[in-house]
């Protein structure tokens, strides 16, 4: 580190025990990027304040992470298209009058999917849930071409205005709500992919799922599970108790991240180091576990 060094680094609440730093320290390494990223825990009331302090501090980036991928939103001076819509922000892109806001959780997931050799466009999907990170699975989905999305949640008003707001966007029916106990009406045979988009099953809490029921998971031909802790959850299991293939949500934090430290560098990350990139993150991973 040195006088040119250019820092980024991420805003959150809690940020102690992010693997974000073993992403991005990795690609400078490797590229040779005068770069530093460290974490920033902020406060609950001191977001603007740290947006600003950070422009002031001539950062080149942040990313963005609970509980304020909605709350930055007012503090930028331009948001991307694709961010707009979803309606959270987790990458901050240095201009010259501001932070411009990006949205990489979703493209991060989709590399992620691309990587593993899930199709998304044509399908139909099942998203789990109809929170934040629903809607913005939602909205991917519709951006790269998949035929319906039907999101399944305990509460089905939630869930349907969810599926309201994204057909508005889509000018056209493509998401649709139905109540997580009513799995039992759609379709025999295996033709969904499924995305488990709650919390439920993340860890200390590993023997969770949203449907315990394997009738549901003998419709489903693949399941894709955001969360990455434990590497494979109950979810993972049930998919695969029925004959379908699951994955975590490992890959997309790691392709969040390369998509980021792509935004603030100009740097293409070739798949041979996004794979180093990941062993390092397992290596850190176990490290952490040990502790």
């Known amino acids: 580190m040195n006088g040119y060094t250019r820092t980024c680094g991420l805003i959150g609440n809690p940020v102690e025990h992010t693997l974000s730093p073993v992403i991005h320290n990795t690609l400078s390494m490797v590229l040779g990027e005068n770069l530093a990223y460290v974490p920033f825990r902020v406060e609950n009331g001191r977001l603007e304040d740290a947006v600003k302090g950070a422009f002031a501090l001539n950062l080149l980036g942040l990313n963005v992470t609970v509980p304020y991928k909605s709350d930055v939103i007012p503090y930028l001076t331009d948001i991307d298209p694709l961010a707009e819509n979803i309606g959270a922000v987790n990458t901050l892109v240095r201009t010259e009058t501001g932070y411009k806001g990006y949205n990489t959780d979703m493209p991060g997931l989709y590399r992620a999917m691309c990587e593993d050799g899930v199709k998304v466009k044509g399908e139909k999907v099942l998203i789990l849930g109809a929170g934040g990170v629903a809607r913005a699975v939602a909205m991917l989905l519709l951006d790269k071409g998949a035929r319906e999305a039907i999101l399944l949640n305990r509460t089905v008003q939630k869930a349907q205005e969810v599926a309201d707001e994204v057909n508005r966007i889509a000018g056209r029916k493509f998401a649709k709500a139905m109540s997580v106990d009513a799995y039992d009406k759609l379709p025999a045979g295996k033709q969904y992919l499924a995305i488990q988009a709650t919390s439920v099953g993340m860890y200390p809490h590993c023997d969770a799922a949203v449907i315990e029921d394997p009738a549901f998971y003998e419709k489903v031909h693949t399941g894709y599970d955001l969360i990455f802790n434990p590497p494979k959850t109950r979810f993972m299991e049930l998919v695969e108790a029925q004959g379908g293939k699951a994955y975590n949500g490992a890959k997309m934090l790691l392709y969040q991240g ?5 935004l603030w560098t100009g740097c293409k990350v070739e798949s041979w180091l996004a794979d180093k990139v990941y062993e390092r ?9 040990g502790k």
């Open 258 to 262: 390369i998509i980021a430290f792509e």
């Open 281 to 289: 993150m397992q290596e850190a991973k176990k490290t952490e576990d």
